[in-house]
């Protein structure tokens, strides 16, 4: 794969040697994610074992563009090329428009020459108007201040008492890295198996911690010294992203988010990022309401389609009907199972 389309730019894949040209290229652009740096992509073979096509735009061999793709090969979904799976979002960085058409120009080959049904691309902004697209998901954006006092005086009076009362229940947070991946592990398990949702295996966790270091955070709130929510953050350029969460079934009564998400929120204020994503939402859900009351403005996501085989947008999502069953049938099973089978399906659910 090694494409001239246009004097002077080029499309080809990334060399691992040249990987921190790659970062270096996203540093640079305000508008470049978490998700979609070099890491990414030994994190996905080594922890899953799927395929990755990095490809950049170059000119004048200086790089103009990236294009982060992972390939997933499953019996139960068939062959899925994304950007990103797994996570919130991902899609092209550029800096041109002529770039961004050659980069999905490429892509639309890749499709054809995998034999895959589709390529999804999961972005912050619509990559072309052209592309079938799916605007279910939003994201959930709080500009910070370097004085947490600043965001916590701009809240609603009833949100500052919530908050409050919830730290009245004994409700304490740590955070750190790996000493606490256990932790965030048995709660994450926990909650997700309650969702109906299969977990990955811990050891992809610890892939992202050991990939990322100090770019890393896990958080996790504690009721009288026992762990009962985290959360698991990323840190790119001035921007936080908020990757996994996950609260105790049986214990969201005492609604320890409140302290949990107040706490992140003032930890990224003091140490001076200028943006806390929330994660993305099903627009219209619950989770969008919570997390509105931190004055998080909405924004659209555009889940982007290169379709092969299909006609039709897929629908692998919890929304979809026909998978109901299966996750009331996963909620009833043990967690000790749930942990041991999750993993072998969720490396193959984008």
């Given amino acids: 794969m090694d494409t001239c389309s246009t004097p002077g730019i080029i499309i080809k894949p990334i060399s691992p040697e040249n990987s921190i040209n790659w970062n270096q290229y996203l540093v640079n ?18 922890a899953f074992g799927h395929k990755c096509f990095y490809l950049t735009a170059e000119k004048d061999q200086k790089i103009i563009g990236v294009f982060p793709i992972v390939y997933i090969k499953s019996k139960l979904f068939g062959k899925i090329l994304s950007s990103m799976p797994f996570v919130n979002f991902g899609s092209l960085c550029t800096d041109s428009p002529i770039a961004t058409d050659l980069l999905l120009e490429e892509a639309k080959q890749l499709v054809k020459k995998s034999d895959a049904d589709y390529l999804e691309i999961r972005s912050l902004t619509s990559v072309s108007d052209s592309l079938p697209s799916s605007l279910n998901k939003v994201s959930m954006t709080i500009n910070l201040d370097k004085d947490p006092d600043v965001i916590w005086n701009g809240f609603k009076t009833k949100h500052r008492t919530n908050i409050r009362r919830v730290y009245k229940d004994n409700i304490t947070v740590k955070f750190g890295r790996e000493e606490l991946l256990d932790t965030f592990y048995d709660i994450l398990s926990q ?54 969460a996950g609260t105790v079934p049986g214990i969201r009564k005492v609604q320890p988010n409140y302290v949990l998400y107040w706490e992140m929120i003032k930890h990224a204020c003091e140490n001076g990022y200028e943006h806390f994503h929330l994660g993305r939402s099903t627009a219209g859900s619950g989770a969008e309401v919570f997390k509105k009351k931190w004055n998080a403005y909405t924004k659209q996501l555009y889940w982007q389609y290169i379709l092969n085989h299909d006609n039709e947008i897929p629908q ?9 069953l299966a996750i009331k049938a996963w909620r009833k099973l043990p967690l000790k199972v749930t942990t041991m089978l999750g993993p072998l399906l969720a490396k193959n659910i984008p």
Wanted: proline share 5%; aromatic share 18%; net charge negative.
């Fill in 316 to 324: 692998i999502n919890v929304d979809n009907p026909k998978f109901l």
């Fill in 191 to 244: 909650s997700w198996k309650s969702l109906g949702t299969p977990i990955y295996k811990k050891s992809y966790f610890k892939k992202i911690i050991d990939s990322f270091n100090e770019d890393i955070i896990i958080f996790v709130a504690y009721q009288d010294g026992i762990p009962i929510a985290t959360a698991f953050n990323g840190y790119h350029n001035n921007t936080v992203e908020g990757m996994w």
């Fill in 29 to 46: 652009k305000p508008e470049s994610n978490f998700y979609q740096r070099y890491e990414w992509k030994n994190i996905n073979e080594e």
